[in-house]
């Protein structure tokens, strides 16, 4: 049966594992966009989930046509899921977004680039067709992020009575990184984006990105209208290829997600995390804990983190063998040399700390590898100081967990160049995410100020994460679409 209400994402809400006897087993899926959109869309009823299969067991779920309902996977060649995913999504896309790239060395568009770009085309394309298949007449489709940027503009063509949005988790390239995209590559993402209705980003300032970086993208006219302080901007726009007829408008408009504060607490009390919390409290003892939760990723700025833990140690003695820093830091895209490095940076810089300051009773830095949720949220529930100090990050969902979850209330450290900051910064202690010696006085401040003070300010904190829970954040964009 056609769908009223379908949502394209590179992941899915599960994925597959398969034994070593040939049996396959579902999984929920990971990622911070699974776990917003999972219960959202569960109130969708007749809703579906299209999402790449991402490894041989998912390919031979769907080759053995193992069918969860409201969820389908495409199996994508492996080698263009490979170009798609690793050669553009993640090393070009994520790193103009978050202005990543070590401009001495970076970016290079070769032959090798432009083959891994008729990947992601193709990608988009396998999109585009499972929507346009799937989808009843006039149906809301939402596509997610930067592995889907041309889709959009594929489906308009496929589908022109689909009433189409698209989401940017990510923050959005400024128009000058944009600008080191060869023309005709930007103006394929810039139009390819235009064929939705609706974009929707978690700020403003990703959202003015966005429409500053239209102009002059070639291919056709497209005319940026700017709004600040509540309305939405937009953007008209007519392709030369479609002959003249009215400007089309794309509407850009911010959705700030943020936390379901009743679904949170919940899994912060199961019996599971209730464990994980007594060992952790066994092993910090009645230390002062500054706790950080991130994927291994360059734009959480987990060296630059570390760097001002050790200058804490440095220019405040004092909190020697009075605070531990838990760090997990759990493996994520290690298919990428870069980030494999980058992991093995986050360990030694970790260890040197330790062999720098530790006593035989005192580690100075904890740090796990390991991607365990329910120690993450055991640690959410101890930490007197949270550390999110992203050098640029879409929105950054820890910095609004910790204050929900916090037992005696939590400092935070927040780095100015997290989406989060727009809604968080009034209660926050705010750091530019370079300078290394601010962000150490601001952990000194964090842990030195009086409990009453901080309790008063993650009640705020959590007031303000708990505004748009990822259900309203849903619903308020299908109904935008819709009318
Ligand atoms: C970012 C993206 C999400 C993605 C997550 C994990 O937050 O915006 O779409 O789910 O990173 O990245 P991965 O590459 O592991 O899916």
Redesign the pocket.
């Known amino acids: 049966m056609a769908s009223q209400v379908l949502v394209a994402?590179?992941?899915g809400p599960l994925s597959y594992a398969l034994a070593a006897d040939g049996t396959l087993s579902a999984r929920r899926g990971?990622?911070?966009?699974?776990s917003g959109l999972s219960t959202a869309l569960a109130e969708q009823p007749g809703a579906l989930w299209i999402c790449a299969a991402l490894s041989d067991a998912d390919r031979e779920a769907v080759r053995r046509g193992v069918a969860e309902p409201g969820v389908r996977m495409l199996p994508i060649d492996p080698d263009v899921y490979d170009g798609a995913?690793n050669g553009i999504a993640?090393s070009v896309l994520w790193f103009l977004h978050h202005h990543l790239y070590e401009i001495p060395r970076e970016p290079v568009f070769d032959a090798e680039f432009r083959r891994r770009w008729d990947a992601y085309v193709t990608y988009n394309e396998a999109f585009a067709a499972a929507c346009a298949e799937e989808a009843a007449e006039g149906a809301a489709v939402l596509i997610?992020?930067?592995?889907l940027a041309l889709a959009p503009g594929m489906l308009r063509e496929l589908r022109p009575d689909l009433r189409i949005g698209h989401f940017t988790?990510?923050p959005w390239a400024s128009p000058e990184f944009l600008r080191m995209l060869p023309d005709d590559i930007r103006s394929q993402l810039v139009w390819g984006m235009l064929g939705a209705d609706r974009l929707g980003f978690h700020t403003e300032t990703w959202g003015m990105n966005f429409v500053s970086g239209v102009d002059g993208s070639g291919n056709g006219t497209a005319v940026a209208h700017f709004a600040r302080g509540g309305n939405p901007s937009s953007v008209t726009h007519r392709k030369d290829t479609d002959g003249p007829g009215p400007l089309r408008e794309t509407v850009v408009d911010t959705y700030p997600l943020g936390v379901d504060a009743d679904e949170l607490r919940g899994l912060a009390h199961r019996p599971e995390v209730d464990d994980k919390l007594a060992a952790l409290r066994a092993e910090v003892g009645d230390l002062k804990t500054i706790v950080r939760v991130d994927?291994t990723e360059l734009s959480k700025n987990i060296l630059r983190g570390l760097l001002a833990y050790r200058e804490l140690l440095i220019s405040h003695p004092e909190w020697r063998e009075r605070v531990v820093h838990l760090a997990s830091a759990y493996p994520?895209?290690q298919d990428l040399t870069v980030y494999r490095e980058y992991t093995e940076s986050v360990r030694e810089l970790a260890a040197a700390i330790n062999t720098e300051f530790g006593t035989a009773d005192w580690q100075p830095v904890l740090v796990s590898v390991e991607d365990d949720f329910a120690r993450s949220l055991a640690a959410y529930r101890l930490a007197d100081v949270a550390l999110v100090n992203p050098v640029r990050d879409?929105m950054n969902l820890v910095a609004k967990e910790i204050p929900v979850v916090s037992e005696a209330g939590c400092v935070l450290v927040l780095s100015t160049g997290a989406g989060a900051y727009e809604e968080l910064r009034a209660d926050a202690l705010t750091v530019n995410p370079y300078d290394v010696t601010a962000t150490a006085e601001a952990l000194h401040a964090a842990l030195s100020m009086p409990a009453a003070e901080r309790a008063d300010r993650t009640k705020r904190l959590a007031v303000a994460a708990t505004a748009l829970p990822p259900t309203q954040w849903l619903t308020s964009q299908l109904d935008a679409l819709r009318t």
């Not at 990971?30 to 699974?34: P, S």
């Not at 997610?144 to 592995?147: L, R």
């Open positions: 994402a590179n992941r990971g990622g911070g966009l699974v995913y993640n997610q992020d930067y592995h988790h990510t994927r994520s895209r879409g």
